[in-house]
């Protein structure tokens, strides 16, 4: 019997991360995450979840669902709206859009938080002594099944651990590790499309655009861009999430972010109805670019070599016009959570398998488990990014006939099914 207990380490504390140490914190699993930065925290607004995400949370640990709900604002009305942003009837007041689609949301539906708050929710649930600050993955080594992973980083220390799993997010240094450094596959891409984003006072917001408009979710559409509202902060703020396609190559290099205006973001919604355009005036005078890249152009063809896997925007890092990328990646914890749960009970009464072949076929299920569904979503996102700015024409009933059933393959989706599926092939690997 191997009585050593497990040791796994996570690279990245973003929301994957943090989600994943959860699931092995309640599985009594032991982890340790390495954070490149100086604190768990989130970049950016607003974030939403999706029903199977949240189903995906309670099965990783219950905590990070309350989590959620504990900062979820709770959507006034149980649809979510997508409208012509673009044609205005005037006759009609300047607050009006006409509706392209609607999808009935259910009992509080398709809720929305701030990020760093959904975070911090979570991150108070981790002991301190599992986190470590400033460490900067440089490379992992491999000498044998009877050795652990050696890590080593940037600032020139160095770690053990039996299994790595990189939630280190788009610009994965794992996912490098992973599929070798010239991969075409181990850098993300640019979706040429940037986003203005902000955060707009409600009382403002309403004042603009009336108590219908703010309450709940609307995605607002016309041609070679679009924008995104709903509401966080307990119904304090507007979330405005704004979208321009780009012909030209992202000029900022590594760098997702680069210097914008809000004469900008006017211009590009200059031929736009006056809601919208409302909206755009929302946003503070000085603003980011935020660039969307993706995995799109090139899959990684697989999210695992031998011991190390990727989970998250590592794996299948997409653009957010589903509002389902962070959901996947609390899909993915669930899978790894269970699977290695497995792998420590199956050490704990013994095997003739060694430790590193458990985990070598404790991934491979993970893989053969996620892969398909989420690079599914990579190319899905692509495609109703450019669905909301008309580049695949303006028929309102054939985007809405797309919208439905893309969203419902996401929202539908059977957690407990898929939880089932990967016992059952991790056991089949044990035989």
Request: some cysteine; proline content about 5%; hydrophobic content about 40%.
């Amino acid at each position: 019997m191997d009585e050593k207990p497990l040791e796994i380490a996570i690279i990245g504390g973003g929301i994957a991360g943090v989600a994943l140490a959860l699931g092995l914190l309640r599985r009594d699993i032991n982890f340790r995450l390495y954070e490149r930065g100086q604190s768990l925290r989130e970049i950016g607004a607003g974030i939403g979840f999706t029903p199977n995400a949240e189903r995906a949370m309670r099965v990783v640990d219950p905590r990070i669902h309350k989590a959620f709900k504990d900062v979820a604002v709770q959507n006034a009305s149980d649809w979510f709206f997508w409208v012509d942003a673009y044609h205005h009837d005037p006759t009609k007041g300047d607050s009006y859009e006409e509706l392209i689609y609607k999808m009935y949301l259910g009992e509080r539906g398709f809720e929305g938080c701030h990020r760093a708050d959904f975070l911090e929710g979570m991150v108070d649930l981790i002991p301190d002594g599992n986190v470590q600050f400033g460490k900067k993955l440089q490379s992992i080594v491999d000498s044998g099944d009877e050795e652990p992973l050696l890590l080593r980083f940037e600032d020139g220390t160095t770690a053990e651990a039996d299994a790595v799993i990189g939630c280190d997010g788009i610009r994965s240094r794992v996912r490098q590790i992973v599929l070798g450094e010239n991969h075409p596959a181990a850098r993300p891409g640019y979706s040429h499309k940037y986003a203005f984003r902000g955060l707009a006072p409600m009382d403002r917001a309403k004042a603009a655009l009336g108590e219908e408009k703010t309450s709940t979710r609307h995605m607002h559409l016309g041609p070679d861009a679009h924008a995104l509202t709903f509401p966080v902060a307990g119904g304090t703020l507007l979330n405005i999430v704004a979208f321009v396609s780009d012909p030209e190559e992202w000029p900022y290099g590594d760098r997702l972010t680069g210097p914008g205006t809000k004469a900008e973001a006017i211009k590009a919604f200059a031929p736009f109805g006056p809601a919208i355009r409302a909206i755009i005036d929302l946003l503070p005078e000085t603003l980011d670019k935020w660039a969307v890249f993706d995995t799109f152009d090139n899959h990684p063809p697989t999210y695992v070599s031998g011991r190390i896997c990727l989970a998250g925007d590592a794996a299948h890092a997409s653009t957010p016009h589903h509002g389902a990328g962070a959901g996947f990646g609390i899909e993915d914890t669930a899978v790894l959570s269970g699977v290695l749960e497995t792998v420590q009970s199956t050490l704990d009464v013994g095997s003739s398998i060694s430790r590193a072949e458990l985990l070598r076929r404790a991934f491979t299920t993970y893989n053969h488990i996620r892969h398909d569904r989420a690079q599914w979503l990579v190319e899905t996102s692509r495609f109703v990014g450019e669905l909301y700015q008309w580049q695949h024409g303006p028929d309102p009933v054939e985007i809405g006939r797309e919208i439905d059933w893309r969203a419902h393959k996401i929202w539908d989706y059977d957690i407990d099914d898929m939880m089932r599926q990967a016992a059952d092939d991790y056991r089949s690997r044990l035989q």
